[in-house]
């Protein structure tokens, strides 16, 4: 069993950073792919980024490349999500997600584990 809390979320300008953490309990931390997802209001959770167990492996959406920074410390048990140059419709909450495999997957549905969120607004 994983339980995951995120923290960071805010209120932001156009062309502002955020950095969002999720802290995971448990101490297997290092067994799990990490990924975020985020929902905006009336449309489904999707795909941010994702990261492998050991980190050898990252990916993002087409919409946050060279934008946002995904990391993870084995050691602290968390997972990092550095957003810069943030836009509008990057507002939404975002939520961080365990799954118990080597290499992450992109699909909500894959993932076991989940956060309660942390809600992301970008003023225009």
């Known amino acids: 069993q994983v339980q995951l809390v995120e923290s960071g979320g805010g209120l932001v300008q156009t062309g502002g950073s955020l950095r969002l953490s999720c802290a995971a309990s448990g101490r297997t931390f290092s067994s799990y792919a990490m990924g975020w997802f985020r929902q905006a209001p009336g449309k489904e959770r999707e795909f941010v980024a994702d990261i492998s167990r050991s980190g050898s492996i990252i990916r993002y959406a087409d919409s946050v490349k060279g934008r946002f920074t995904i990391s993870r410390d084995n050691a602290k048990n968390t997972v990092y999500l550095q957003m810069n140059s943030l836009k509008p419709e990057d507002t939404a909450v975002y939520y961080c997600?365990?799954?118990?495999?080597?290499?992450?997957?992109?699909?909500?549905?894959?993932?076991?584990?989940w956060g309660q969120g942390t809600q992301v607004t970008v003023s225009s």
């Open positions: 997600a365990a799954d118990n495999v080597a290499i992450p997957s992109r699909s909500p549905r894959e993932y076991d584990y």
